[in-house]
């Protein structure tokens, strides 16, 4: 059997076999993990003094064109990961979300990164704020690359998505990775990492494997450096605990294992089509992924009028389920990981068991088709019921890791939230229920000790993505047992992995860093407008300051006739007198048109088109009589590397406007987006 390899310091290593891995299918021996010790130092001097520098030859955008480019190279190539997945388990279905999920994260962070990011290395999280009466020393705050390493643990059941959920935001932010999968499946999390080499674009040092022990890789971080895990609870516990990730404060993220839980509402009836979403959530859950998720339904809570029902339509479900091997036609539910797995599970499930009544096992029918799955990791799907959670302590802390779940009945919507609480801190909830009142009652209560909370009901479930999809753009984590950690939510996950820093100075100096435009700067005033130059031409700081326009009441009246706003501050002069401004004042948005009509270029030239306004605030009226200028200045440029069907390059540049009136006080505030043409 093929020994696997640990990538370090650019080559791989391992030769002499270990530890034997089983097919989850038939048990049979498929793959060894390598005898040979990682020299940890070695790993963690290329991620900074190899990985690091050539991480920061890129920036935010240039990382983001190199995650879509990988996603592509390895959806060209999913097809060989499929295959081997097969080994784990895991159903088509399965590996789809595993595959397809992983790759399709790296996608949604390469978009989001072209959109947010700046084409730098400095992200600027303002805006600034003056420090001082004069307006010359001001502060923001700013984030940037680290300078160190991210280790990232993960656990068995997704050993591709687990991976890139990580890899992905930590490469934006140019942070180099040690990758760790856990070893039962670590073959695949091989497989895909050999890809991504082969790609040729990762940068060097970007990302190495562990197959096996993490040695004394934990004692060897400095506080540059981050840690993530995926995994149980009591061994995200005890890596914490870690005595040198606490002396040296190494951030520490976990996302472990919970008791999630899924409500049915008291006013959902067996004749409502939520009903039947909720049967059907609930036995997706069991048994995607054989049950394995992080994030799967361990915790039914229902009405005990609806018990029975309930209980009735799952036996009826979970009955139709065909266990065996993925390969065999018509198998929906494939196997534990391992047969070490199988034998957890069994053990908690006998826990749960106790004083608890079992609607559906093994018992009833129980028989995996395929040939030679009769030493494989199968387990039945098993359904228990739970007539008192209010004393039942094991439904809310034993956890078996399969296609195990427990209905628990309730009287009253406020016992159903006592008894989700019970879980002590859960990755997801769902509530499924018609009344938009009890959902206003429900969720902010459900989400104290929830990272997720979903509300199903018909009008949902046409685009639903289910209890227990994490979505890149969405927070993914929850408080106490669950970790107390956050993974994805867009951009959130690459300021995780990115360096805070508080920064004061003065407009010019904060401008300088930033690379935005700060008001109060130095400005650079020429003869050429500034809607008159390339991209590459314009610098940050380029500004104009327009002629005058002196409103009237003509141009009142007739942006009413044009806008058909004919509100009374603008044209009722009885009324207007008894406001706060004591009399008519123009309209906001005739105050903008008449500020673009005195700034803009209107020949054609680089700026091809505005594509929003951002951060508009109406700040003072403007009246009758006021005269009016503005002051458009370069206050970002984004290359996003990126051309249109003509080839020609295109960049994103952000206009600081500021509108004043005769008394050089500020009237209107905002950026103005447009996309300007490349000399090139």
């Not at 784990?88 to 790759?103: F, L, N, Q, Y």
């Not at 962070?109 to 420090?131: D, Q």
């Not at 404060?249 to 979403?277: G, H, K, Q």
């Amino acid at each position: 059997m093929p020994t696997l390899q640990s990538y370090i310091a650019g080559r791989w290593i391992g030769s002499e076999a270990a530890t034997p891995l089983h097919s989850a299918l038939t048990n049979a021996v498929i793959h060894h993990t390598h005898a040979e010790q990682i020299d940890f130092d070695e790993a963690i001097t290329h991620a900074r003094k190899t990985g690091v520098p050539a991480l920061m030859q890129l920036n935010f955008q240039q990382r983001a064109q190199r995650l879509k480019a990988l996603a592509l190279y390895l959806l060209s190539r999913k097809e060989e990961l499929y295959a081997i997945s097969h080994q784990t388990g895991a159903t088509r279905a399965d590996s789809w979300v595993d595959i397809e999920g992983g790759t399709g994260t790296l996608f949604a962070y390469a978009s989001m990164g072209s959109r947010e990011l700046p084409s730098s290395n400095v992200l600027h999280e303002g805006p600034a704020m003056a420090l001082g009466k004069n307006g010359g020393f001001a502060g923001t705050h700013i984030l940037v690359p680290r300078g160190g390493l991210a280790v990232h643990i993960n656990a068995f059941n997704f050993p591709i998505w687990g991976l890139l959920e990580k890899f992905a935001p930590s490469f934006l932010a140019a942070l180099p990775c040690i990758g760790k999968p856990a070893t039962a499946t670590s073959y695949l999390t091989e497989a895909l990492v050999r890809m991504m080499h082969e790609s040729g674009l990762l940068p060097a040092g970007a990302l190495q494997l562990v197959i096996g022990s993490t040695g004394d890789l934990l004692d060897r971080l400095g506080g540059a450096d981050v840690v993530t895990f995926t995994g149980s609870a009591d061994t995200a516990a005890r890596l914490r605990a870690n005595r040198n990730l606490i002396a040296n404060s190494v951030p520490f993220t976990a996302e472990a294992d919970s008791l999630n839980c899924a409500i049915l509402a008291p006013d959902i009836t067996p004749d409502d089509p939520e009903f039947d979403l909720f049967v059907k959530e609930v036995a997706r859950e069991m048994t995607g992924k054989a049950g394995q998720k992080c994030t799967a339904i361990r915790r039914i809570i229902v009405p005990e009028s609806m018990v029975d029902a309930v209980g009735t339509r799952l036996r009826e479900r979970l009955a139709k389920v065909s266990v065996g091997d993925p390969s065999v036609e018509g198998v929906r539910m494939g196997a534990l990981a391992s047969r070490e797995q199988q034998r957890d599970v069994a053990a908690r499930v006998e826990l749960l068991a106790r004083g608890n009544e079992v609607l559906f096992s093994a018992r009833d029918g129980f028989a995996p088709v395929g040939e030679g799955v009769a030493e494989g990791a199968f387990f039945a799907p098993t359904l228990l019921l739970c007539r008192d959670g209010q004393r039942n302590d094991a439904v809310h802390d034993v956890e078996a890791f399969g296609p195990v779940s427990t209905i628990i009945s309730y009287n009253g919507i406020e016992e159903a939230l006592a008894l989700a609480a019970r879980g002590k801190g859960s990755l997801v909830s769902t509530l499924v229920t018609r009344e938009p009142a009890i959902a206003a009652y429900a969720v902010p209560i459900a989400a104290a000790s929830h990272g997720r909370v979903l509300v199903l009901d018909r009008e949902a479930a046409v685009d639903s993505t289910g209890h227990g999809s994490p979505l890149p753009q969405l927070k993914h984590g929850g408080p106490g047992r669950a970790g107390g950690g956050e993974e994805l939510g867009g951009i959130r996950a690459v300021r995780h992995f990115l360096q805070r820093a508080a920064v004061q100075g003065s407009p010019t100096m904060l401008a300088a860093i930033t690379g935005e435009y700060v008001r109060g700067a130095a400005v650079q005033e020429s003869e050429v407008h500034p809607f008159r130059k390339y991209f590459e031409d314009l610098a940050i700081g380029d500004s104009l300051l327009t002629h005058r326009r002196t409103v009237s009441e003509a141009d009142i009246v007739n942006f009413g006739g044009v806008s058909g706003d004919y509100f009374y501050m603008h044209f009722d002069e009885v009324a207007a007198k008894d406001t706060q401004f004591g009399q008519r004042i123009a309209h906001g948005y005739f105050v903008l048109s008449a500020a673009a009509g005195l700034f803009v270029s209107p020949a054609p030239g680089p700026v091809l088109a505005n594509y929003g306004l951002d951060n508009l605030r109406f700040v003072a009226p403007v009246a009758i009589g006021d005269t009016i200028r503005a002051r458009l200045t370069c206050k970002r440029k984004v290359d996003r590397n990126r051309s249109d069907d003509k080839g020609v390059g295109q960049g994103v540049v952000a206009w600081d406007v500021q509108v004043t009136n005769q008394r050089d006080e500020l009237v209107a505030s905002y950026d103005i987006m447009t996309l300007v043409i490349k000399r090139s």
